[in-house]
């Protein structure tokens, strides 16, 4: 059964730092794409990060680029987002989901996690 676990979530001053993981079973996370995603409520689903699996390749959306580093460690079959120099507006449930390929549209994605709440607040 594929699954995928998200932890790492919760409060932090603005400028903190803070490290997602995202532990998969059910499959090898090595062979498929492993995206990041976050969302606000009344937002639309916003892309973060991916990892693609044929040539390692990573994404970044903008607004994280410079800040977050997204990596992957198929010993443990789990990714990690590290976030740095976190800002007020990256508040959110981060998710992590798993397809085929890199995408920004959530779509292209099979499996995704629960989710993880992420906090930026003085």
């Known amino acids: 059964q594929v699954q995928l676990v998200e932890s790492g979530g919760g409060l932090v001053q603005p400028g903190g730092s803070l490290r997602l993981s995202c532990a998969a079973s059910?499959?090898?996370?090595?062979?498929?794409?492993i995206g990041w995603f976050r969302q606000v409520p009344g937002k639309e689903r916003e892309g973060v990060s991916c990892?693609?699996?044929?040539?390692?390749?990573?994404y970044y959306a903008g607004a994280v680029k410079g800040r977050f580093t997204i990596s992957r460690d198929n010993v443990k079959n789990t990714v990690y987002l590290q976030m740095n120099s976190l800002k007020p507006e990256d508040t959110a449930v981060y998710y992590c989901?798993?397809?085929?390929?890199?995408?920004?549209?959530?779509?292209?994605?099979?499996?995704w996690g629960q989710g993880t709440q992420v906090t930026v607040s003085s």
């Open positions: 989901a798993t397809g085929p390929v890199c995408s920004w549209s959530g779509k292209e994605y099979n499996y």
């Open positions: 059910g499959f090898t996370l090595d062979y498929y794409a």
């Open positions: 990892i693609s699996s044929s040539d390692g390749r990573i």
